[in-house]
């Protein structure tokens, strides 16, 4: 069985920097998409970033140009830099290898000054 580890949340002020690290253990299988997802409360859980095998990379509109993420083999790391409130969320990393899906068990972000 594939698992997902995430690390790297916490408490930071608004305009500061966390950076989270998602790495796959157990039974190890070719990764396809890595990505990173965020739900906040009462919200839908949502896409943030997500990074092809190949290396190809989306980003949420509402975090372009803040938010990067990267990817070395079966670990995936997002770099959050000028953060704002409105980024509090659990953050989830996701991997898929067809017809498997994953999911880490999340890691809470919180920005308030």
């Known amino acids: 069985q594939l698992q997902l580890v995430e690390s790297g949340g916490g408490l930071v002020q608004p305009g500061g920097s966390l950076r989270l690290s998602c790495a796959a253990s157990?039974?190890?299988?070719?990764?396809?998409?890595m990505a990173w997802y965020r739900q906040a409360p009462g919200l839908q859980r949502e896409l943030v970033a997500s990074i092809r095998s190949g290396g190809n990379t989306d980003y949420a509109d509402s975090v372009k140009g803040r938010f990067t993420i990267s990817r070395v083999s079966n670990t995936v790391s997002l770099q959050m830099d000028s953060l704002k409130p409105e980024d509090t969320a659990v953050y989830y990393c996701?991997?898929?290898?067809?017809?498997?899906?994953?999911w880490g068990q999340g890691t809470q972000v919180t920005v308030s000054s």
């Open positions: 996701k991997a898929t290898s067809p017809p498997y899906t994953y």
């Open positions: 157990g039974r190890l299988v070719s990764l396809n998409t």
